[in-house]
């Protein structure tokens, strides 16, 4: 056993036994040897020191040893170890071609590793592993936790006098307890000959990872004014329920305790130049952890302060929209709201990919900005900023044509909405997990296939946004099975539509009929009045005394004006008319009809079909028909319209 370098205790890294230490017995009690090749625990106390030796002889340095040893503090203390840097003793050639402990056997192998494990049960369960070989030049280690683990590795070093030289310099590693507390000094931007910071943050230990369990850590805020203030604004806030956040005044008054109401905290400013903020994991932890922004300042008055945080919101479902509309209290003041969309992360969760895109930003207010970030905290890689309104095309040329996608090992997305809103309308976040898959039909029950692939919840479709990235899941049809459901009010429905088309068929009828009668009565008057244009007129220079002839259909009427009615005599009668002698060269009666009557007449045979009227017959429109005289046979028909033209 090597020999005690420190009144505290000492313990060999290695060699043919391995012991475990507590300091708080007495240390030539508290030793004890087990058969074993890997060292148990140490137990160190605040501010207590220990010195790890190699107590393993020369002639055993080139058979193959694997040792680990952990260490475990007080809960509000870390750990930190001193030693040799490689690069002291080795040239720098040397430190390039140092051969790896994963090699050959053959090959000189010498490792010290810091391990710290997780706090949380994901994979993997080591948190950080760190080398003396990753940083040459550096010359201690600090724990995040109040535990690490020392893990050593090595054989073959008589191969190599350098080597061998520098582990014979390397031990005794010193490795010491200090406290985890942070103090934090500013001063305000008004004083302008301060060396201190005005704004800053602070943030729990290994964030943004999971925080380590068991642990208690304070934060001391104080303004280098003795008349200043302090403002807090918290951007992440993923404490476990069972953990313990508390914020105290400059008065010693508390202002805040996560257990009471577990969400992030309200900004607030302090009553006087100091604020201490105490942490207490207990036995739980959470991804992420906290980050708060602190400002020292002069004056307590905050314009700018968020009044409300109730929009605040976690999203691990498989799909949705951001929206603000049920938030009408919010308007016309300052907000902080901030969104995580993702899910939790386990390790045989199928839906491993989330989808955004911002569909719509034309909130009204001032100094509005909205940032997306991928990732689960407030320090993820920035994917897009708006700062004013935006329509719809400025917004999809700021933004991939599919939206954005994720697939880290914890999927997710932060937004963050800040600034005066004047109003709670015109925002829209379309969000959905999927996983890709490449046959026409995912495997899951209620899941629907995207046409890129893409394999989403059924619940969805058809809700008016695009889950899908391309619009697929809003081509909708109506399912055999919701149309059975459905049937009561599908019968109603087409019943109600039923007689509003049988109403609507009996207006276009009526309508239809009205417009085809008028149509018709127009042409009739048209027809009316072509006949009546064709009534054949002597000329303009005719008396309006004369007689006229006008045809009515087929037939002419020789009318006579109402004025000389009284001086023109009676035709004669039909008997008077066949007994009249016929006038041979007489014009006005060269019709043939009449020639024809003449012939049959003279021959002592009236026509078949015709027989002669009655003398008590009334003639057409009250007319007596005059008896035209009678035609020679031998009369030229070339000359009947010239005949005709001299009788009118």
């Known amino acids: 056993m090597g020999a ?117 049960s994901t994979l993997p369960a080591t948190y950080r592993r760190v080398s003396i070989w990753d940083f040459p030049y550096r010359n201690e280690f600090n724990s995040t936790g109040n535990s690490l683990t020392i893990n050593l590795v090595m054989w073959n070093l008589e191969t190599n006098s350098t080597l061998y030289n520098y582990i014979q310099n390397f031990f005794p590693l010193l490795a010491t307890a200090v406290t985890n507390d942070e103090i934090i000094i500013g001063s305000p931007l008004e004083i302008p000959a301060s060396n201190y910071s005005s704004i800053g943050f602070f943030e729990s230990p290994r964030y943004p990872e999971a925080y380590p369990t068991n642990l208690i850590k304070r934060y001391f805020l104080i303004n280098s004014s003795p008349n200043g203030f302090i403002r807090l604004i918290f951007d992440d806030f993923h404490v476990h329920y069972q953990s313990e956040l508390q914020i105290f005044d400059s008065d010693g008054s508390e202002i805040l305790n996560s257990r009471r109401e577990n969400r992030r905290p309200s900004a607030l400013v302090t009553k006087g130049s100091t604020l201490t903020v105490e942490f207490r994991a207990h036995n739980y932890t959470n991804l992420v952890g906290f980050r708060a922004r602190y400002e020292f300042v002069m004056d307590i008055p905050w314009p700018e302060k968020p009044n409300y945080r109730d929009c605040d919101d976690y999203l691990e479902n498989y799909g949705g929209e951001i929206r603000l509309d049920r938030l009408s209290h919010l308007a016309n003041s300052y907000v902080d709201c901030i969104w995580i969309v993702g899910r939790l992360p386990h390790v045989s969760r199928v839906f491993d990919r989330v989808y955004l895109k911002a569909e719509q930003f034309h909130l009204k207010g001032v100094s509005l900005r909205l940032e997306i970030r991928e990732g689960c905290c407030s320090t993820s890689d920035r994917l897009l900023l708006l700062s004013d309104q935006q329509s719809r095309d400025q917004l999809s040329h700021q933004q991939p044509r599919f939206g954005y996608t994720t697939s880290l090992t914890n999927p997710a997305f932060y937004i963050r909405l800040r600034g005066f809103l004047m109003n709670t309308s015109g925002l829209e976040i379309v969000y959905s997990q999927f996983y890709r898959w490449t046959t026409p039909v995912c495997p899951g029950m209620g899941e629907f296939r995207c046409d890129n692939a893409r394999c989403i919840k059924s619940s969805l479709r058809c809700d008016g946004s695009n889950h899908c990235g391309d619009d697929s899941d809003e081509i909708c049809h109506v399912p055999v099975d919701d149309f059975q459901e459905q049937r009561e009010t599908s019968d109603v429905s087409g019943i109600v539509a039923l007689t509003i088309g049988v109403c609507g068929a009996l207006v276009l009828l009526m309508s239809t009929v009205a417009v085809v009668s008028r149509l018709y009565r127009r042409r009739i008057a048209m027809h009316s009045s072509r006949r009546v244009s064709r009534v054949s007129t002597i000329g303009p220079t005719r008396n309006e005394f004369s007689p006229s002839i006008q045809t009515i259909g087929e037939r002419r009427f020789y009318v006579v004006p109402e004025s000389q009615v009284s001086v023109i005599e009676a035709p004669p009668s039909y008997d008077d008319a066949l007994k009249h002698p016929s006038v041979p060269t007489s014009s006005a009666y060269a019709n043939r009809a009449f020639q024809s009557a003449e012939q049959e007449q003279s021959s002592g045979e009236l026509p078949p079909e015709r027989e002669p009227p009655r003398e008590d017959e009334p003639t057409c429109s009250g007319l007596t028909t005059p008896t035209p005289a009678a035609v020679p046979a031998d009369s030229d028909p070339e000359n009947e319209e010239t005949r005709q033209e001299s009788w009118v």
Request: net charge negative.
């Open 4 to 120: 005690c370098r420190s009144a505290t205790g000492c313990v060999p890294v290695y060699g043919p036994q391995s012991h475990k230490f507590d300091p708080r017995l007495d240390p030539t009690k508290g030793s004890f040897g087990i058969n074993m090749w890997s060292c148990e625990v140490i137990l160190l106390r605040r501010i207590d020191e220990l010195h790890l030796s190699c107590s393993k002889r020369t002639s055993e340095m080139d058979s193959p040893l694997r040792c680990s040893l952990e260490i475990i503090t007080c809960p509000n203390c870390n750990l930190n170890l001193k030693f040799r840097p490689p690069a002291e003793d080795l040239p720098e050639e040397e430190l390039e071609m140092m051969p790896s402990c994963t090699e050959s056997k053959e090959e000189p192998c010498f490792d010290l590793q810091f391990v710290e494990s997780k706090a949380d």
